[in-house]
């Protein structure tokens, strides 16, 4: 099994930034692959940021130039920095590890985007 702990979340206004973490633990393989999605209500779980085991990042284009997604301890805990951050980046932030063919979610964290 893996964990994954997130935090970082909170109430930004439009322009500002925030940094989100998640933390991985439990049965971990270097090959495994993590990121970020969010879901506001009534929508779909969408892709917001991956890093590969071998390190490269994919974006979202709703979010490309804005957010930066990195990792540090082998790969096992990963960041997003939110820069340039709209409205329409509100919702909750889950972070994923996808391990062959299982996938992990972590209990998501809230981003509020608003004056």
């Known amino acids: 099994q893996v964990q994954l702990v997130e935090s970082g979340g909170g109430l930004v206004q439009p322009g500002g930034s925030l940094r989100l973490s998640c933390a991985a633990s439990?049965?971990?393989?270097?090959?495994?692959?993590m990121g970020w999605y969010r879901q506001v209500p009534g929508k779909q779980r969408e892709l917001v940021a991956i890093?590969?085991?071998?390190?490269?990042?994919h974006y979202a284009d709703s979010v490309k130039g804005r957010f930066t997604v990195s990792g540090e301890n082998a790969g096992n805990t990963i960041y997003l920095q939110m820069d340039s951050l709209k409205p329409e980046d509100t919702g909750v932030y889950y972070c994923?590890?996808?391990?062959?063919?299982?996938?992990?979610w972590g209990q998501g964290t809230q981003v509020t985007v608003s004056s």
């Open positions: 994923n590890r996808v391990q062959g063919s299982r996938n992990f």
């Open positions: 890093v590969t085991p071998f390190r490269t990042t």
């Open positions: 439990g049965n971990l393989f270097s090959a495994d692959t």
